[in-house]
């Protein structure tokens, strides 16, 4: 990830870039992101409350992730 950040403060730099930029905008609209490095760490983050993924794993268990929100 960018400067060695984690895949889920990678995506909260993203969002908060969004915010820094639009301020007024930012509470009206959902923006998510998703990231996964090369170790497969994933992570995710959004504007709004409600964003959502799903993973599946090498066991074959699927998993649905609630992400992490500013707002």
Known sequence: MRQGLSPEDA???AVERIIKKKPETAKNI???FLAMNKQG????YS???????AVCDEKDQN?????????
């Open 41 to 44: 760490e994933y992570g995710a």
């Open 11 to 13: 995506c909260k730099q």
């Open 63 to 71: 998993q649905l992730i609630k992400g992490k929100s500013v707002y």
């Open 47 to 53: 504007l709004q409350q409600g964003f959502s993924f």
């Open 30 to 32: 959902q923006v998510g």
